[in-house]
């Protein structure tokens, strides 16, 4: 069995206990229905801990590097300022680029940091709850974490709700050091992350591009490796 994220053993055991419960009930019907009920709880409970997988990635080493936050899809990289309930200052805002990553129910759900630095800013913004793949998502509720670099300079990523998925969970906190491809959190079912990259940074990534959280390298900081 896979590893399983610690946000999602709740939810196994909920399945558990319920598909028992309605294995027990079904069984006044006979044992074939015991059978057939227990079964597809089985299934449904397998399906739950593959779901909330969380597999073990290798994070590349190196300057500059910035990873995928999250498994999924590449759907727009654009220039575009950070979440305005940040307060980051405009100078700093100015020249940022978006990398937005959609999530499916088949992705691993957990959520890495980017790159390492300092947890400056933690917020929650409450918004709808628009498929996660649509433009509309823009507006979905979020949540944004601003990480320090070791310059100051922010690099933030934010974790949007979708349709389906309606949970977010983020266990960063301010002041806390984050080493890149860490584990920060996770959201249930189908989803959106989006990362944002200080001018500076080169994206070596485009639409359409499949990623892995914690090992797709997203984009290199040139002014930290001095290429390009």
């Given at each position: 069995?896979?590893?399983?994220?610690?946000?999602?053993?709740?939810?196994?055991v909920?399945?558990?206990?319920v598909?028992?419960?309605?294995?027990?009930?079904?069984?006044?019907?006979?044992?074939?229905?015991a059978a057939?009920?227990?079964?597809?709880?089985?299934?449904?409970t397998?399906?739950?801990i593959?779901?909330?997988?969380?597999?073990?990635r290798p994070?590349?080493?190196?300057?500059?590097?910035?990873?995928?936050s999250?498994?999924?899809?590449?759907?727009?990289?654009?220039?575009?300022?950070?979440?305005?309930e940040?307060?980051?200052?405009?100078a700093?805002?100015?020249?940022?680029?978006?990398?937005?990553?959609?999530l499916?129910?088949?992705?691993?759900?957990v959520?890495?940091?980017p790159?390492?630095?300092?947890v400056?800013?933690?917020v929650?913004?409450?918004?709808?709850f628009?498929?996660?793949g649509k433009?509309?998502?823009?507006?979905?509720?979020?949540?944004?974490v601003?990480l320090?670099?070791?310059d100051?300079?922010?690099?933030?990523?934010?974790?949007l709700?979708?349709?389906?998925?309606?949970?977010?969970i983020?266990?960063?906190k301010?002041?806390?050091q984050?080493?890149?491809?860490?584990?920060?959190g996770?959201?249930?079912?189908?989803?959106?992350?989006?990362?944002?990259?200080p001018?500076g940074?080169e994206?070596?990534?485009?639409?359409?591009?499949?990623?892995?959280?914690?090992?797709t390298?997203?984009?290199v900081?040139?002014?930290?490796?001095?290429?390009?």
């Open positions: 069995m896979p590893p399983v994220a610690r946000e999602g053993w709740i939810i196994v909920i399945f558990v206990v598909a028992g419960l309605a294995a027990a009930l079904a069984s006044l019907a006979g044992p074939i229905a057939v009920v227990g079964g597809v709880g089985l299934l449904l397998l399906w739950c593959w779901f909330f997988r969380d597999p073990q994070i590349p080493d190196g300057p500059g590097v910035v990873v995928s999250a498994d999924g899809v590449v759907m727009r990289v654009e220039p575009c300022l950070p979440p305005e940040l307060g980051i200052e405009p700093a805002a100015q020249g940022m680029v978006r990398v937005v990553v959609f499916n129910v088949f992705n691993v759900h959520n890495r940091t790159m390492g630095g300092t400056k800013k933690v929650t913004k409450r918004g709808g628009a498929h996660a433009p509309d998502a823009d507006k979905n509720e979020r949540c944004s601003w320090a670099l070791g100051g300079r922010p690099v933030v990523v934010t974790q709700t979708g349709f389906i998925a309606r949970r977010i983020n266990r960063a301010e002041g806390q984050l080493r890149t491809g860490e584990r920060y996770l959201i249930r079912f189908g989803s959106r992350t989006d990362v944002y990259l001018a940074f994206v070596l990534v485009k639409p359409g591009d499949k990623v892995s959280g914690g090992s390298i997203l984009a900081d040139r002014s930290v490796t001095g290429v390009g």
